[in-house]
């Protein structure tokens, strides 16, 4: 399962109105290699459905993963932070042995 805090889901109802997707579009979010950790989160807008993909809703919202993605980002939260160290949606996943410094890719 994926979940989503308050807050990104606030973020990210904001973010696709603004973008324009409507009825039908939903969060698509996955895992594919590089970055400096080994791993790179992915995360955009979708409305087309693949074979392979997971479909989880929390707070309203439909989030899809494909099933190969899903292996590193089970139990995983999508955050939003404002604060002072950085301003964006993350990953809080309970799966990465360690993380680089940005938050941006992981290792398991």
Same mark, same amino acid.
């Given at each position: 399962?994926?979940?989503?805090?308050?807050?990104?889901?606030?973020?990210?109802?904001?973010?696709?109105?603004?973008?324009?997707?409507?009825?039908?579009?939903?969060?698509?979010? $996955?895992?594919?290699?590089?970055?400096? %950790? &080994? @791993?790179?989160?992915?995360?955009? =807008?979708?409305?087309?459905?693949?074979?392979?993909?997971?479909?989880?809703?929390?707070?309203?919202?439909?989030?899809?993963?494909?099933?190969?993605?899903?292996?590193?980002?089970? $139990?995983?939260?999508?955050?939003?932070? %404002? &604060? @002072?160290?950085?301003?964006?949606? =993350?990953?809080?996943?309970?799966?990465?042995?360690?993380?680089?410094?940005?938050?941006?890719?992981?290792?398991?």
């Amino acid at each position: 399962m994926i979940t989503i805090s308050n807050s990104a889901q606030e973020y990210i109802r904001q973010q696709m109105a603004k973008e324009g997707h409507g009825e039908g579009s939903f969060v698509r979010v $996955g895992v594919k290699g590089g970055g400096c %950790s &080994g @791993l790179s989160y992915e995360m955009k =807008f979708d409305r087309e459905m693949k074979e392979a993909d997971q479909v989880f809703e929390d707070k309203g919202l439909k989030l899809v993963v494909e099933m190969k993605s899903l292996l590193y980002l089970y $139990g995983t939260e999508l955050d939003y932070s %404002s &604060g @002072l160290n950085g301003k964006g949606l =993350f990953f809080n996943n309970p799966n990465a042995s360690r993380t680089c410094a940005c938050g941006e890719s992981f290792a398991v």
